[in-house]
């Protein structure tokens, strides 16, 4: 039996320098079949006479009516000259300065790289290091890699597909040589991975071995010398998607959660989607089901399903045809589609833990979680919900941060507050044209609200229950009339200057038709490139109010792309478009690593660095550029020691076999292999 017919199911859904299978992969050909939200996102007045009907579509109870808002403030100070204060430990603490730069990574910023080029460039004086790629055996008992004898078997014991979050710890007590390193396999490129006469059945097995996650130690012999990661090291764990995860919080256990192989609605099989994600203060690992509708057929009758985006058509993938949980039209599993969609937390220290679905920070297309410890002690996480006019949220902890106590602080995420942001621009609507130019007053910035949708632990959403707010997260969300976005990656609070930065990836829609014209926070019209908005919570982290600026409108000045870099001299900014990930590095310097360059100035992915104050605020820098096709993910940036690493995701994806696209990173003439990179110091 032939490979599944990915390009017959899909064949009207790419855009831009993407293609049709790659779109069907990626993301369920979202693009094609138009955003998920077609809410009017009324008003608090109208929320009372939509309740009813609303409670008719979910078969709810009654909810509790406390709804909170928080008073608006002023726009954002600012940026201060200072330099960073260098104390981000995460626990409390002040607001600090922003840093004007200051890093022991010093480099010259590289030329944008043409998208069709196959190269992973970076900056001159450094070099770039495969660690760990697709196939690489992770146990003793793996097999080597072999293109043309793949099996699920082999695939189960080795690294994943398609790396996307990655972080890295060290080994207390082994001086530096040895970490841990935990990454996301966020889907499959099937259209690469075999040869076309796999078999279809053999095909969805492998597929879904290369999904789920891995945790894998690496050692080096001193900082000079980069990572290599070490087969059948004793924390090695591949999480797959037969593997239990516990559902954790108020919607566990719940009715919307239970299906025939678990009438308890407590235990699910498998993450899926995994996408973005974050290091918590206690050392365990966030990370964001996205993507996961793409996975299932569903009968999509009902609103729930539909503003998720499920659809009652085979998937691109066909899993349903082998296992049944993955078509929701199957009696007993209808609510298997609400078991994705979830924070979830893995302990790497712990390969016999059972990682967890925290259902309190909701239900949505999670691009990941961020933590902070608020000033109070409470813990704070954010999450965007990564789709066109879709929402930005915040967790705020029931409990709070127990220094060195580990075994507590694994808990936090399991109870709290959730609340979805507003956003409200200072300046008047008639200079907001939809251009990206700055209005008169020289800045898009305003003031924002938190609105509750879980208060005290109680649903705050006139007409849902507080399971229904968990689970159906966006319609809840819906219902009290936050700011549609223009689909929000990461979101990262910086533990220098505490202000939290919003990866707004890119919004073809903005404006288009009867879609949501253009706001101060969303100023472009047909948003190709993408923003970054920096909000300052003003030393209350878990305060329901919040100034914001925009920090970049990203784009190619030097195409007439109308940007802005807050204020800093375009012409000298390295070109960027469609941000995706965060990090920080050891002075708060914003790093920034993008996906759909391609599709937006036409450059290759890559990684950046943003000076956030002093001077040079909103100047851009290019440190590396990755392989056509290719999405730059989970930087982490090591600026003591000079060094900073990557993800290559989905290299040469446009490709077929055959007539691959890119033989990254081996260059063997064989195809690409999503690969994690460590960039560092030529030596000698
Ligand atoms: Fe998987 Fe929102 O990127
Ligand atoms: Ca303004
Ligand atoms: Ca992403």
Redesign the pocket.
Known sequence: MALIDLPLLMKDAARGKRSAVTCAL??ASQCAFGPCNHSDNPTFRDIASSALSRRAVLGGGTGALAIALGGTQGALAAPGNGKGNGNGNGNGGKSGALAPNGSKLRFEAIAPVEYTADDFTVAEGFDWHPIIRWGDPLFDDAPDFDWNAQSAEAQRLQFGYNN?YTEIQEIPGTNGKRAVMFVNH?YTNENIMFPPETDADDAIEIGMAAHGLTVVELERKNKNFPYSYVRGAALNRRIHLDDEFQLTGPAAGSDLLKTVDDPEGRTVLGTL?N??GGLTPWGTLLS?E??FHGYFRSAATSEAEQRYGFADRATARGWESKHERFDATTEGYENEINRFGYIVEVDPFDPTSTPRKHTSLGRF?H?GANVIVAENGKVVAYS?D?ERFDYLYKFVSRDTYVEGDRAHNMTLLENGDLFVAKFTGNSPASEIDGSGELPEDGAFDGSGEWLPLVLDGESAVPGFTLEEVLVHTRLAADAVGPTKMD?C?DVEPSLHSRRVYVAC?NNSNRGVGDYAAADEVNPRTENRDGHIVEIDEQGDQTSTAFAWNLLLVAGDPAQGDQTYFSGFPVEQVSPISCP?NLAFDSVGNLWIST?GAPSGIGYNDGLFRVTLGGEARGRVEQFLSVPRDG?TCGPIIRDEDRTAFVSVQHPGEDGEWGAQLSYFPDYDGQGPKPTVVQVLPQRG
């Open positions: 990626k993301c996307d966020e989607g996408c973005a964001g996205e993507n297309k691009e965007g990564d689909r990656e990836t995706d996906d999405e």
